[in-house]
C-alpha cells in the first residue's frame, strides 16, 4: 500500500540484478475486511487485493504475494507469467494461526500460485520432517 512510487523505485533498483524478482505485497493473510475498514480501506479484501495487483503490474513488479484464497482472481488479472507467492498456506485439519485467509498448498498451486510459502505448518509441528512430507505429499502429482 506505498503506491506506485515506491514500488516503480524497488523495480528500478533491481535492474541492476537481473535476477532479482520484485514482489508487491496485496493484503496480508491476518486481515479481513473489517481489519480493512479500521485502517480506512473502504474496499473488502478481494477487491483490496485486486486493486494493488493493477498498481504492482504497472510499477513493473514481477509479481504479488498474496492469499491463497486471492490467487484465481490474481491470475486472471495478472496473467500467466506473473509470480503468485502464497503465505498462509496450511495442510488440512492444521490451525490457520492468525491467518484469517488461508488455503492448502495443493489448492494455492492449482488456483496457479507459483510458489507456496509453508512456515507454521511444519515450524510449529510436533513433528516437523512429518509435516514437511506431508506437504510434499499433498503437491504430488
Known amino acids: 500500500m506505498g503506491g506506485t512510487g ?31 475498514a479500521d485502517i480506512g480501506v473502504g474496499y473488502a479484501v478481494d477487491e483490496q487485493v485486486l486493486r494493488l ?4 503490474r504497472k510499477a513493473g513488479c514481477h509479481g504479488v504475494v498474496a492469499s491463497p484464497q486471492d490467487v484465481a482472481a490474481l491470475r486472471g488479472t495478472l496473467g500467466p507469467d506473473a509470480l503468485i507467492v502464497t503465505p498462509g498456506v496450511t495442510l488440512s485439519g492444521d490451525s ?22 509453508v512456515g507454521r505448518t511444519v515450524t510449529r509441528a510436533g513433528d516437523p520432517a512429518a509435516a514437511f512430507r506431508r506437504v510434499r505429499t499433498s503437491l504430488a502429482p
Open 96 to 117: 490457520p494461526a492468525e491467518h484469517a485467509r488461508v488455503g492448502t498448498p495443493r489448492a494455492a498451486i492449482t488456483a496457479g500460485a507459483s510458489h507456496v510459502v
Open 53 to 56: 495487483a493493477h498498481l504492482a
Open 6 to 36: 515506491i514500488m516503480s523505485a524497488a523495480v528500478e533498483a533491481a535492474r541492476d540484478f537481473p535476477g532479482l524478482r520484485v514482489l508487491a505485497l496485496t493484503v496480508v493473510t491476518s486481515m479481513t475486511d473489517a481489519d480493512l
